[in-house]
C-alpha cells in the first residue's frame, strides 16, 4: 500500500456570495485599466440581501459608472430569475471610494521621496506571496482543487445554456483525492451543493449532478465502487447567493490559488492592481514554480517571495521541491535568480499586466488555466532555466 492518504480541495461558483463580491472587484479593475493603464486600484465589494457596497482605494483617470459596471457583472453571473432578492436590476449599490494614500503612493512611485531608500518602484506592500507547481494534471497544478474546478465549470455551462431550468447561480463544490505515494490513485468522496428553484426535487437534483456533472468532467478510472457521491446534502438549496449569505472581496483565497497544497501568503488577488505584490508577485510565483516542473528539474516545486513596502527587491527567495528536485533547491534557486527578476516593475513588465484581463481569472482559479492572455501560464522559460542549471 506504501504511503497513503486522502486530501480535499474546494471551488465555488460563480454566484457564491464571495465570488459576487470578487467578480465585481474584478470588474471595476479591468474598467479602470481599460482607460488608464496606470490606475492604482484596491477594491472591495460587500454584497447582502440587495445591497452591495463597493469601497476601497482608487487613483485614476478613468471615468467610472460604478452602479452599470456592477449591474452588469452581476447580470453575466445569472441573478436574473423573477424571485431573485439580490438582482441584477434591482439591487441598492453604494460606493465609498477615495484615492490611494499618499504615503503608499510615494513608496510604490518610481521616484525618490523623503525616507525612502531608492528611487525604483517599490513594493505596494509587504508581505509574502507564492508560486506553486505539480505534475499531477496536464495544467501541472495539484489534481483536487482542478477537479474540484471542473465540477463549478459544467454546472455553470448547463446552467448559462438554458439546458436545465431549476439550476441556480450559487454553488460548491468538493473532491476527495486519494494518494498513494505522493501520486493521485483515486477520489473518495465528491460534494456539489447547488442552488436550485424551489419546485426541483432532491432525486432529480442528485441523478442530474452524478450523471451530467461528475461523471462527465472527473477521469473515470478514478471514480471507484467505493466512491462517496454527497449531493447538496442538507437536502434543500433554494435560498443562496447574497440572499443567504454576506459576501466579501478576498475571502476565498485557497480556491484562488492551490486549494491547500500549497502554501498561501494570506493576501487576497481581486480587485488589486498588479503594483500590489499580493497579486503580481503570486503570479510570478506561480510562473517560475509551473516553469520549474515544466523543464522537468522538480515533481513539484513551491517558491516563497517576501517583500517590504516601497522597497523594490524581495527580502528573500525560497524554493522547496519537496525532495522531487532533479537537482538540489540551492542550484534550482539560482538558477531561477539568474533567469526572472523579481522587482515588481520587472514582475510587471515580464508578465504584461497592465492589461484589463483580470475579469478572467476570478472565478475557478486564478491558476491552470489555458488563455494567453495569463501570461503566468505560460511555460517559455523552460530552455532557459535548463541552460541555467
Not at 465585481?24 to 477594491?43: F, G, H, M, P
Request: proline share 4%.
Amino acid at each position: 500500500m506504501g504511503n497513503r492518504y486522502i486530501f480535499s480541495s474546494e471551488s465555488v461558483g460563480e454566484g457564491h456570495p464571495d465570488k459576487v463580491a470578487d467578480t465585481i472587484s474584478d470588474a471595476v479593475l479591468d474598467a479602470c485599466l481599460a482607460q488608464d493603464r496606470t490606475s492604482r486600484v484596491a477594491c472591495e465589494t460587500f454584497v447582502k440581501s440587495n445591497v452591495v457596497v463597493i469601497g476601497g482605494e482608487i487613483t485614476t483617470k478613468a471615468r467610472l459608472d460604478f452602479v452599470k459596471i456592477a449591474r452588469d457583472a452581476i447580470r453575466e453571473i445569472g441573478y436574473v430569475n423573477d424571485d431573485d432578492v439580490f438582482h441584477a436590476d434591482r439591487v441598492f449599490v453604494n460606493v465609498l471610494v477615495t484615492q490611494q494614500s499618499p504615503d503608499i503612493a510615494q513608496g510604490v512611485d518610481a521616484r525618490r521621496a523623503a525616507g525612502k531608500k531608492t528611487a525604483k518602484q517599490g513594493a505596494g506592500d509587504q508581505g509574502l506571496m507564492f508560486g506553486y507547481a505539480s505534475n499531477e494534471t496536464p495544467e501541472l497544478m495539484p489534481a483536487p482543487i482542478m477537479f474540484a474546478h471542473r465540477l463549478g465549470r459544467q454546472l455553470t455551462k448547463i446552467r448559462k445554456q438554458g439546458k436545465v431550468a431549476w439550476l441556480r447561480p450559487d454553488a460548491k463544490s468538493q473532491v476527495s483525492v486519494v494518494y498513494e505515494n505522493g501520486k493521485p490513485v483515486a477520489i473518495s468522496n465528491v460534494v456539489i451543493s447547488t442552488q436550485h428553484a424551489a419546485d426541483a426535487s432532491h432525486k432529480e437534483i442528485e441523478a442530474f449532478c452524478i450523471e451530467e456533472v461528475i461523471r462527465k468532467v472527473l477521469p473515470a478510472k478514478m471514480l471507484t465502487p467505493d466512491t462517496e457521491f454527497l449531493i447538496n446534502p442538507t437536502g434543500r438549496f433554494v435560498i443562496g447567493g447574497p440572499q443567504g449569505d454576506s459576501g466579501l472581496t478576498g475571502r476565498k483565497i485557497i480556491v484562488d490559488s492551490y486549494g491547500g497544497m500549497g502554501r498561501h501568503g494570506g493576501g487576497a488577488f481581486s480587485g488589486k492592481d498588479p503594483t500590489k505584490v499580493d497579486r503580481s508577485a503570486a503570479y510570478m510565483g506561480r510562473w517560475v514554480a509551473k516553469n520549474v516542473v515544466a523543464a522537468g528539474l522538480a515533481e513539484k516545486c513551491e517558491i516563497q517571495f517576501a517583500y517590504a513596502i516601497g522597497h523594490p527587491d524581495p527580502v528573500s527567495v525560497h524554493v522547496d521541491t519537496f525532495g522531487t528536485g532533479a537537482v538540489p533547491d540551492q542550484e534550482i534557486i539560482r538558477a531561477i535568480n539568474k533567469v526572472f527578476s523579481f522587482q515588481p516593475a520587472e514582475i510587471i513588465a515580464q508578465l504584461n499586466l497592465r492589461r484589463p484581463i483580470y475579469s478572467k481569472t476570478t472565478n475557478y482559479g486564478h491558476f491552470g488555466k489555458n488563455d494567453k492572455d495569463l501570461t503566468w501560464e505560460a511555460t517559455n522559460k523552460v530552455a532557459a532555466l535548463r541552460k541555467a542549471v
